[in-house]
């Protein structure tokens, strides 16, 4: 099964009005601050060696993808006085004030579980100095896919804060001679993901 056919995405209808939050093209004087805490799971598969891996893995790639775009700075972890322990990822369960008072205008609160060998993801984009949900949306993947799970989140997020898509799935030709002679691959935009063509 091909990685787009694994990877299917679940609309939960939960958007804000489309405001446009971020203006891109024009000249910015800073980047947007982020707050990107740790991603929840079941209690039961806290200590699952998969679902660990899935979770540092989306993780890190949602950190990489929006860097690369400098738009955004992520705040340090070392900042956040949130309650991990005591809060959720939805709305009324968290408070827009734990991340007010340390600077996020943004705020990324995720999700993820395990069904058999199936990821669900749940993602969520906040507006933190509107107290407002940007956009929920739910992703079920393959659990080798979470990479590519973690690059359709950031480009949602893109979308959603620019009006204009993520080029986080983009897949990038090049000609290379690895085997002594010059073949085609191709590679995801971050180089990883390199696949022989010729």
Not at 40 to 64: D, G, P
């Amino acid at each position: 099964m091909s990685i787009l056919a694994a990877l299917m995405f679940i609309s939960t209808a939960s958007y804000a009005d489309e405001k446009l939050y971020i203006a891109v093209g024009t000249a910015r004087t800073k980047r947007s601050i982020v707050a990107l805490p740790e991603i929840k799971s079941n209690l039961a598969l806290q200590s699952n060696v998969s679902i660990v891996q899935a979770k540092q893995t989306i993780h890190k790639t949602i950190n990489l993808d929006l860097d690369f775009m400098d738009l955004f700075r992520f705040l340090s972890p070392a900042a956040f006085i949130e309650d991990p322990k005591s809060t959720g990822i939805v709305l009324d369960s968290f408070k827009f004030s734990d991340w007010s008072s340390v600077g996020a205008e943004f705020l990324i609160k995720t999700e993820l579980n395990l069904d058999g060998n199936t990821l669900t993801f749940q993602g969520h984009l906040y507006d933190v100095l509107g107290q407002k949900q940007i956009f929920a949306k739910k992703y079920l993947a393959a659990l080798s896919d979470a990479k590519t799970l973690a690059h359709s989140f950031a480009n949602d997020i893109m979308f959603f804060l620019t009006g204009k898509p993520g080029i986080f799935l983009t897949k990038i030709a090049m000609s290379c001679d690895l085997t002594g002679k010059k073949e085609i691959y191709i590679m995801d935009f971050d180089g990883g993901g390199i696949k022989q063509i010729t």
